[in-house]
């Protein structure tokens, strides 16, 4: 379940791990002011939400760091139950990592097969 080092579709997800942490803190704002979550759950489910995000983002060079992408795509949808918005947009962002790996994953597989065939 990881992408190669030289595929440069692991960029995308490290972008889209990234942006995920800005949304998340814009969404804190509607957590507290719109949805009237207690200051401390919406830090705390924010601040987890994002340390996930942030991890993935880090550790994409590694194994690890995709379980964590997967982990805080779960808690980007998860976040709707603070806000309601959140399900929509953890929905996107998730469709966005998904076509991301998948894109990425036949890239590598068309590139597999052109090397056995003998393209340049």
Do not use: C, H
């Not at 997800?13 to 803190?25: A, D, K, N, R, T």
Request: no cysteine; charged share 10%.
């Amino acid at each position: 379940m990881t992408l190669a080092p030289s595929n440069p579709l692991r960029s995308a997800l490290m972008s889209v791990l990234v942006f995920e942490v800005v949304v998340f803190w814009l969404a804190f704002a509607g957590m507290v002011q719109v949805s009237d979550q207690p200051v401390a759950v919406a830090v705390g489910w924010t601040a987890a939400a994002s340390l996930l995000a942030i991890a993935g983002a880090a550790g994409l060079r590694r194994r690890w760091g995709y379980w964590f992408g997967w982990a805080a795509q779960a808690a980007a949808i998860a976040l709707g139950v603070l806000t309601p918005w959140m399900y929509a947009m953890g929905i996107i962002f998730a469709l966005i990592w998904i076509m991301s790996f998948v894109l990425g994953k036949r890239l590598e597989k068309r590139g597999t097969a052109e090397s056995q065939r003998g393209a340049p």
